[in-house]
């Protein structure tokens, strides 16, 4: 199966679920549904930039999990959202992990 009918497994909500769930419990009410919809799309921002949904077939896809933390945190201050940095690795992180729970990469 390939990488973009995997996506059709994504459910945004379970998403944002799955990551409010694994956050450390001082994370869990600092940042709204909202907020965390928003690092979704933004790490789909990433891989749409880095060509990760080209048509790759079967081909391993490398994932630099500091290179999208960084890329996370400058669309956040471009666009004023108010996610502090030192909490970026593990919003993106619950992100990459309900992503590897469906097998997506």
Do not use: W
Not at 25 to 37: A, G, N, R, T
Not at 54 to 60: A, H, K, Y
Not at 89 to 102: I, K
Request: with cysteine; proline share 2%; charged share 40%.
């Amino acid at each position: 199966m390939s990488q973009n009918d995997d996506l059709f497994t994504y459910d945004e909500d379970d998403a944002v679920k799955y990551i409010q769930n694994v956050l450390p419990q001082e994370l869990k009410e600092k940042y709204s549904h909202d907020d965390i919809v928003y690092i979704t799309d933004v790490v789909y921002d990433y891989y749409e930039q880095k060509g990760l949904f080209d048509d790759r077939d079967d081909e391993e896809v490398e994932i630099d999990e500091d290179d999208i933390i960084a890329y996370a945190r400058k669309c956040a201050r471009k666009d004023g959202m108010k996610i502090d940095d030192e909490d970026m690795p593990f919003l993106v992180r619950g992100e990459l992990d309900y992503e590897e729970s469906l097998g997506v990469f």
